[in-house]
C-alpha cells in the first residue's frame, strides 16, 4: 500500500471520481496549497487555475483533450507534468462522429430541412472506403464502428506507419491524393501548426459530390470558406461538424442553412457538459490511474508535450 | 452439372444481376410463358406481374421483404412457391436504423431544426439498453451494430426464446414492461395482425422523455397519433421514421416539423431504388442461391407463407 496522495479536486467536484480516486490513493485535500496534484475540472474556468497553481504541485490534470489554446497563451509551465485527457473521452466522440457521418451519407439532414416525401437515399457505408485523419485513440474507435458498418477505414498519420485497427494508413502529406478513393473523411487529430487549414479545396474537391467530411477535432482543421464554396456549389456532398471557426458559430452563417450540413454545438466530447455525467467512468479511471502512477513514480497517462503542441 | 432452368427476369433488368443468374445455372427467356421461374424485379407494377403468370411457373420472387399488402389483395396463390427477400436487405435496413436511432440520440434532427449554437448533448449508446421488435435478419444486423457502440440489444418475438446477436430475448407481448428499462426501440418486425399498432401509447411512455422509437418497418405498427402527441408533450425524446401511415407522409404533417423527430422517405430499403444499386449484390446472391436450389429441389431462401402474413 502506497501513503496517500495529497490531491485537490476542483472546482467542479463529483462523488462518483471522488470516491474512486480516494480508493486510487487520494487523499482529497481543501486547499490547492496542501496538494501535490492538482486536478482541475472546470473548462471554462482553466485561468482561475493559475491562482491555484502552488510550487510543490508535480502534477496538473486539464479537464479537456486540446489544449492548443492554452499552450498558445504560455499556460502550461515546465515546472511539473501536466496531462490532458487526451484519448479519454474517444468512446464518446467516435460515437458522435458517426452519427454525422450517417446524417450525411442517409441524407437525414437533407431530409429535416425538405419536410417532405422524397426518394433521396444516399448511401451505404458497406464497401466504401472512409478516411480518418488522426490515427489515435478518437480515429481507433471510429475505425472499429466503420468496421461494424463494413466500411474500409483508412487512417492519417505524420509517417503512414501501420497503426492497428486500419485497413491501411497513409501519411498526412498524401491526403488530397488518398482521398480521391474515399466517400468520407472523419477529422479527429490534434490542432497543431501542421493541422491547421490541413483541408482545403482540393481535400474536399477529391471527396466529390457524394462525398461527406465528418470533423470533431477543430473547426480550424478546414478551410471553412473552401467547405461553404463546395457545398454551396454541390462539389462536396455533405458536411457534419462537431466544431467551427469560430466558436459558437455565429446566427445566420451559410453552414446553418446548407441542404446537406448540420452543425452540432461541439457536443462530441462530453467535457463541456460538466459534471461529465455522459463520461464520468472513463474520466474517473484515467485520474484513478494518473494518482496510483504519480504515488508509485509511474509515467502518468495524457502527459502534454507543449513542442509538439497537444 | 445440373440442367439449365428457363427463368424470366424483369421487366427491370441489370447486367450484374443477370450474369450471376446464368452461373447459377439460369437460362434468361424473354416470355414469361417460357419460364419455369419469374424473378419479379418492379414492386411498383406488382400487379403486372399477373398478366405474366402461367401455370408452368413453379416459382414467383417478389422484390420486395413485406408483402402484407399483396398477401391483402389475394395476390398470392397456393399453386407455386413465392418468394419475399426477407432479410436480403437486413445490412442495409440496419444501417438506416442506426442513423435514424443517433438522428435521435445525439439531437442532430433537433440541431438542424434549430440552426443556432446551443448545448444539447443528447446520450450515449454506451450501456443502454436498446429493445428491437423482431429478431430476425434485420433485428440481427441491427444488434450486430449496437454492439460495436457498446448498447445492450434486447430482442422480442413471440415466445421470448432466445436469439442469436442479443443480450437478452422477451416475447413481444411483453413489451410495454419491458420498454421502461430501455432507452431506445427499434421496430423491425413484418407487419401482421400481431403487429399492427402494437406500440402505443402505453409503449410510447415507457421509453420516456429521453427515449427514442425508430421505425424500418411499417408506419401501421406505431399509433402514430399516439406517436405524435407523446413527442408534442415532451413524454418522448424523438422519433425516427423510415415509414409512416400513410405514404407518402402528406406535407404540413406534425411529424415534418416537430423538433426532434425525422421522417426519411421509405429509404432504408433499397429495392425502392431501381435498378436497386446500393443492394445488387445481395439481390442477386439471394436469387441466384434460389436459382440453384429450384433448380436442384431445394428448399427456396424467403417463402411467403400467406397464413403468417409474411
Same mark, same amino acid.
Given at each position: 500500500?502506497?501513503?496517500?496522495?495529497?490531491?485537490?479536486?476542483?472546482?467542479?467536484?463529483?462523488?462518483?471520481? $471522488?470516491?474512486?480516486?480516494?480508493?486510487?490513493?487520494?487523499?482529497?485535500?481543501?486547499?490547492?496549497?496542501?496538494?501535490?496534484?492538482?486536478?482541475?475540472?472546470?473548462?471554462?474556468?482553466?485561468?482561475?487555475?493559475?491562482?491555484?497553481?502552488?510550487?510543490?504541485?508535480?502534477?496538473?490534470?486539464?479537464?479537456?483533450?486540446?489544449?492548443?489554446?492554452?499552450?498558445?497563451?504560455?499556460?502550461?509551465?515546465?515546472?511539473?507534468?501536466?496531462?490532458?485527457?487526451?484519448?479519454?473521452?474517444?468512446?464518446?466522440?467516435?460515437?458522435?462522429?458517426?452519427?454525422?457521418?450517417?446524417?450525411?451519407?442517409?441524407?437525414?439532414?437533407?431530409?429535416?430541412?425538405?419536410?417532405?416525401?422524397?426518394?433521396?437515399?444516399?448511401?451505404?457505408?458497406?464497401?466504401?472506403?472512409?478516411?480518418?485523419?488522426?490515427?489515435?485513440?478518437?480515429?481507433?474507435?471510429?475505425?472499429?464502428?466503420?468496421?461494424?458498418?463494413?466500411?474500409?477505414?483508412?487512417?492519417?498519420?505524420?509517417?503512414?506507419?501501420?497503426?492497428?485497427?486500419?485497413? $491501411?494508413?497513409?501519411?498526412?502529406?498524401?491526403?488530397?491524393?488518398?482521398?480521391?478513393?474515399?466517400?468520407?473523411?472523419?477529422?479527429?487529430?490534434?490542432?497543431?501548426?501542421?493541422?491547421?487549414?490541413?483541408?482545403? $479545396?482540393?481535400?474536399?474537391?477529391?471527396?466529390?459530390?457524394?462525398?461527406?467530411?465528418?470533423?470533431?477535432?477543430?473547426?480550424?482543421?478546414?478551410?471553412?470558406?473552401?467547405?461553404?464554396?463546395?457545398?454551396?456549389?454541390?462539389?462536396?456532398?455533405?458536411?457534419?461538424?462537431?466544431?467551427?471557426?469560430? $466558436?459558437?458559430?455565429?446566427?445566420?452563417?451559410?453552414?446553418?442553412?446548407?441542404?446537406?450540413?448540420?452543425?452540432?454545438?461541439?457536443?462530441?466530447?462530453?467535457?463541456?457538459?460538466?459534471?461529465?455525467?455522459?463520461?464520468?467512468?472513463?474520466?474517473?479511471?484515467?485520474?484513478?490511474?494518473?494518482?496510483?502512477?504519480?504515488?508509485?513514480?509511474?509515467?502518468?497517462?495524457?502527459?502534454?508535450?507543449?513542442?509538439?503542441?497537444?
Amino acid at each position: 500500500m502506497n501513503p496517500t496522495l495529497p490531491v485537490y479536486f476542483g472546482p467542479v467536484r463529483h462523488p462518483d471520481v $471522488e470516491a474512486r480516486l480516494v480508493a486510487a490513493g487520494a487523499e482529497l485535500v481543501d486547499a490547492p496549497a496542501d496538494a501535490r496534484a492538482l486536478i482541475w475540472t472546470d473548462p471554462f474556468k482553466a485561468r482561475d487555475l493559475i491562482g491555484a497553481l502552488h510550487p510543490v504541485v508535480e502534477w496538473v490534470s486539464l479537464p479537456m483533450a486540446g489544449v492548443d489554446r492554452l499552450i498558445a497563451a504560455g499556460f502550461i509551465d515546465n515546472t511539473r507534468v501536466w496531462t490532458a485527457t487526451k484519448g479519454v473521452y474517444a468512446d464518446a466522440v467516435a460515437e458522435h462522429a458517426i452519427a454525422l457521418l450517417l446524417a450525411c451519407s442517409r441524407r437525414i439532414a437533407a431530409a429535416v430541412r425538405r419536410g417532405s416525401w422524397s426518394s433521396d437515399p444516399g448511401w451505404r457505408l458497406r464497401g466504401e472506403r472512409i478516411a480518418i485523419l488522426g490515427a489515435g485513440g478518437i480515429g481507433r474507435a471510429v475505425a472499429d464502428r466503420l468496421v461494424a458498418f463494413g466500411a474500409i477505414p483508412i487512417g492519417f498519420n505524420s509517417d503512414g506507419r501501420p497503426a492497428p485497427g486500419f485497413a $491501411e494508413t497513409a501519411r498526412s502529406s498524401a491526403l488530397a491524393e488518398t482521398l480521391a478513393g474515399c466517400r468520407g473523411l472523419i477529422i479527429a487529430v490534434p490542432f497543431t501548426a501542421e493541422t491547421n487549414g490541413l483541408v482545403g $479545396e482540393r481535400e474536399l474537391e477529391a471527396l466529390g459530390p457524394d462525398g461527406v467530411v465528418v470533423n470533431v477535432a477543430r473547426g480550424e482543421i478546414i478551410d471553412q470558406q473552401a467547405l461553404v464554396t463546395a457545398l454551396a456549389d454541390g462539389r462536396l456532398g455533405g458536411a457534419g461538424l462537431d466544431v467551427t471557426d469560430p $466558436e459558437p458559430l455565429p446566427d445566420g452563417h451559410p453552414l446553418w442553412s446548407l441542404a446537406n450540413a448540420v452543425v452540432t454545438s461541439h457536443n462530441a466530447n462530453p467535457y463541456r457538459q460538466l459534471p461529465w455525467d455522459a463520461c464520468v467512468a472513463e474520466y474517473a479511471e484515467h485520474l484513478a490511474g494518473n494518482v496510483a502512477a504519480l504515488a508509485s513514480g509511474q509515467p502518468l497517462d495524457g502527459v502534454v508535450d507543449v513542442s509538439k503542441g497537444y
